[in-house]
């Protein structure tokens, strides 16, 4: 399992009974988590003295009970700072875990040499393309939401990272892989975090099970003679890390190189385990 060990600003204090308690900065929030299906005495006293707690409805989706929390807060991580802020799902606007991502290609982009072109798909709020920018790294930024757009731009003017050469596109996914491929745009390194569900910006329908093998196939057409690294991160239950090797590697063979997929982990500090969080599948040169 690859775990998000360097965190300063976050932790998973305890988890219990379908919940975790975490700590973003000064703050501590308890949110579902369906990893979470033991239940163990809630002793920590952070259960009782939390500043946001998502309930989990019987009927689907769930609300926020708030106790002394700021509508935006920030965490920090290295060099990079995120703004949070609750928003009508579960989530802040971070997957924390995602750092053990972040550092193994941020390390590769350093060592490259050479200048880097990265194409980040499903980029959410920009935490890897903030970790990619940091590391030197060219960046086009693309998700189908312009509202987190937007919030990654903040983040990388909180960074420092305003001036930095990324490309901030409002964008179907594989409707701009697609156009990218006839402009003859190619990338040394591609990242992708697509969802279980969506639509895009006109409403088209991604499903993941249809739709992942189909653009790791089009990416895998859009990269360089001599390609650095390839990621992909799934949240999907079915999607697990040999599928994600499988697929990755019916695609890429040609390519030589090393793929490897894991569980990605968050470890919890109340009692050493860790908590898992999804699977990764990389490919390196």
């Known amino acids: ?141 693309v998700d189908a939401s312009k509202g987190m757009v937007t919030w990654a731009k903040e983040n990388a003017i909180s960074s420092g990272l305003g001036d930095a050469p990324i490309r901030w596109i409002v964008d179907d996914c594989v ?9 003859g745009s190619r990338y040394d390194a591609i990242i992708m975090d697509p969802p279980s569900y969506g639509r895009g910006p006109k409403g088209e329908i991604w499903k993941i099970e249809d739709a992942i093998h189909p653009l790791v196939r089009l990416c895998a057409q859009l990269l360089s003679r001599n390609p650095l690294f390839f990621l992909i991160n799934s949240y999907t239950t079915g999607l697990q890390p040999a599928v994600l090797a499988y697929m990755m590697g019916l695609e890429l063979d040609s390519l030589g190189g090393h793929i490897d997929a894991q569980e990605i982990g968050l470890p919890v500090s109340g009692n050493g385990l860790v908590l898992p969080c999804g699977a990764s599948g990389r490919w390196e040169a």
Request: glycine share 8%; charged share 25%.
């Open 175 to 183: 409707k701009f892989v697609e156009r990218e491929l006839r402009r």
């Open 1 to 141: 399992m690859w775990i998000a060990k360097n965190w300063k600003d976050y932790e998973v204090i305890d988890c219990s009974a379908g919940e975790k308690l975490e700590r973003w900065g000064d703050y501590l929030l308890v949110r579902p988590d369906p990893q979470v299906i033991w239940d163990t005495p809630k002793k920590h006293p952070g259960w009782h003295k939390r500043n946001g707690h998502y309930h989990r409805s019987k009927k689907g989706g769930g609300e926020w009970e708030f106790f002394d929390l700021p509508k935006q807060w920030q965490i920090h991580y290295g060099s990079l700072t995120f703004n949070l802020k609750p928003f009508s799902s579960k989530h802040t606007g971070l997957f924390p875990e995602q750092a053990a991502n972040w550092d193994w290609f941020h390390e590769k982009l350093k060592k490259a040499g050479r200048p880097i072109k990265v194409l980040n798909l499903f980029a959410y709020t920009g935490g890897a393309t903030l970790s990619a920018a940091a590391a030197g790294a060219s960046v086009t930024h």
